[in-house]
T-cell receptor, first 116, second 111 residues
Framework: DTGVSQNPRHKITKRGQNVTFRCDPI?????LYWYRQTLGQGPEFLTY????????KSRLLSDRFSAERPKGSFSTLEIQRTEQGDSAMYLC??????????????FGNGTRLTVT | KQEVTQIPAALSVPEGENLVLNCSFT??????LQWFRQDPGKGLTSLLL?????REQTSGRLNASLDKSSGRSTLYIAASQPGDSATYLC??????????FGTGTRLQVFP
């Protein structure tokens, strides 16, 4: 597999439940990004990692959100006590730091979250 | 704070037309400008990347230009086809290594 893989593709959950998404980046990529996209809008930056280090978190990422990349490979994004406003497409992207300026980010197909 | 605007928000054209999508950004401090395509319910596919030192990039029927001084980029699609129907997003890579996206242009090309 040469692309970015995200699971699950769809998640429907009830308000108040916790959810976790997984992203497997392209294997040689050391940089991993999470974005959120709502209908009719462009993706909004949430956070990114270089290897296992989380370098930046957006103010959009409330205390209910946590992301990890424990071994510098796959990453998980957890949302605790979900709210209806969390309903969105969650996109993961990866790149090679050092080549980022010269090569594009590669995106997965996203996880669509619906909170009822 | 970087803001990226795309005009028009939506565009519907007959097959065969040449068209131009516009992107403007408020902060010229970008490493590169990228154009993506997004099909409904899918992720983003990279189309073209223009480094800040470049003026344009071409791939097949697509040509993207960048004018950092005016904060503008355009994506030119030649001889449009129904398969080009999608949302087109531009994004600037900031000096803090984040891609800042516009809201996109929804393109429909009808036969």
């Amino acid at each position: 597999d040469t692309g970015v893989s995200q699971n699950p593709r769809h998640k429907i959950t009830k308000r108040g439940q916790n959810v976790t998404f997984r992203c497997d980046p392209i294997s040689e990529h050391n940089r991993l990004y999470w974005y959120r996209q709502t209908l009719g809008q462009g993706p909004e930056f949430l956070t990114y990692f270089q290897n296992e280090a989380q370098l930046e978190k957006s103010r959009l990422l409330s205390d209910r959100f946590s992301a990890e990349r424990p071994k510098g490979s796959f990453s998980t994004l957890e949302i605790q006590r979900t709210e209806q406003g969390d309903s969105a497409m969650y996109l993961c992207a990866s790149s090679n730091a050092g080549l980022t300026y010269n090569s594009p980010l590669h995106f997965g197909n996203g996880t669509r979250l619906t909170v009822t | 704070k970087q803001e990226v605007t795309q005009i028009p928000a939506a565009l519907s054209v007959p097959e065969g037309e040449n068209l131009v999508l516009n992107c403007s950004f408020t902060d010229s401090a970008i490493y590169n400008l990228q154009w993506f395509r997004q099909d409904p319910g899918k992720g983003l596919t990279s189309l073209l990347l223009i480094q800040s030192s470049q003026r344009e990039q071409t791939s097949g029927r697509l040509n993207a230009s960048l004018d950092k001084s005016s904060g503008r980029s355009t994506l030119y699609i030649a001889a449009s086809q129904p398969g080009d129907s999608a949302t087109y997003l531009c994004a600037g890579l900031s000096y803090t290594d984040k891609l800042i996206f516009g809201t996109g242009t929804r393109l429909q090309v009808f036969p």
